[in-house]
């Protein structure tokens, strides 16, 4: 085993867009373990949008990701060294391990470590569609949107860790999903693979009116209920379609992560069409995970939950992989390989 730890932290705070010179690789010497402690080696690294956030400073839900220190971040990996009668070497486990290659933690401490199953289901997969994203579509869509057999479901950021999973746990529930994605590639994916009914492509239509009539084209009987990550003009369009007594889980905004406004041009319409317009964390609803994560194993150990993953190799490549991810230049669940 290695004893040094290779680590990405963050150097200074993005003003607008973020750069390479926002991160520094540093490395650091792995010290003995004390009692109660475990080593895990790294295997795999979530990158995720609500990092950009985190990355600001300013009040927001959780508190900002400090200058100098290892980038927050889920990962999934394996037991080296254990000083913890909980765990032992050889262990497969999940937690919030941070853009680095070894994680060091007390292991008595509840939750930090999660040991996960395999046999069925690969370790990669614990950071998405059975993981936090898999959860969050999960929450979003059943104790936010709630759909009924027939109702029509609309996802943005479709072919993402997030969206995918919505579309098809909607479809499960009976309810017509409708996707919007970047690009003919992904929205033949969101249809073809995924079984979404359909998807829209954001890029052909660049502004409000021409997205709002493809909705329309695609959503004849109007829009029940949106998943949101994107925001901006997206949201707008959907508004004009959405139907009395439609609900909006409003789970992401990433057409403002790098500081813009985000204004809204018609929100009269929440009122007009008595929405349901509501936000949440996902680590907030922690007494769902088990009831989440019980249907979302299931949907993937037997392939009914289908997923697609962007692997860059190295933490040395998780900063241009991130930069990627607020560009939507990946397909899928976009993680780094660290074995």
Known sequence: MSTTNRQI??????????????????????????????????HFLSLDPYMRGRMNDSKSYAAS??????????????????????FAVGDKVVGMGGWQEYQTVDASQRG???????????????????????????????????????????????????????????????ARAVGIAGG????????????????IDYKQHGDVKSLSAALKAECPNGIDGYFE??????????????????????????SGYDGQPIPMAAPQLILVNRMKVE??????????????????????ATGKLKYRESVANGIAAAPEAFMGLLKGKNFGKQLVKLV
């Not at 705070?13 to 109660?36: C, H, I, M, Q, Y």
């Not at 370790?123 to 949107?145: D, E, H, Q």
């Open 279 to 300: 936000g949440f964390i996902v680590s907030e609803h922690m007494e769902v995970w088990p009831e989440a994560l019980k249907e979302l194993g299931t949907l993937v």
């Open 65 to 86: 990701q400090a200058i100098d220190e290892v980038m927050i971040g889920g990962t999934v990996g394996e037991v080296v060294e254990s000083k913890n009668s909980h």
């Open 112 to 174: 930090v470590l999660q040991k996960v199953d395999t046999t069925h289901i690969p370790l990669s997969a614990y950071l998405g569609a059975v993981g936090m994203p898999g959860v969050t579509a999960w929450y979003g869509l059943v104790k936010i949107i709630n759909p009924k057999a027939g109702e029509t479901v609309v996802v943005s950021a479709a072919s993402g860790a997030v969206g995918s999973a919505v579309g098809q746990l909607a479809k499960a529930r009976g």
């Open 184 to 199: 003919a590639d992904k929205c033949r994916y969101v249809v073809e693979e995924l079984g979404f009914d359909a998807c």
């Open 229 to 254: 990550n994107v925001g901006g003009y997206i949201l707008d369009a959907v508004l004009l379609r959405a139907n009395a007594f439609s609900r909006i889980a409003m789970c992401g905004m990433i």
């Open 9 to 42: 932290v963050l150097a200074s705070r993005p003003k607008g867009e973020v750069t390479p010179d926002n991160f520094r690789l540093v490395e650091t010497a792995l010290s003995d373990l004390a009692d109660g402690q475990v080593r895990v080696r790294n």
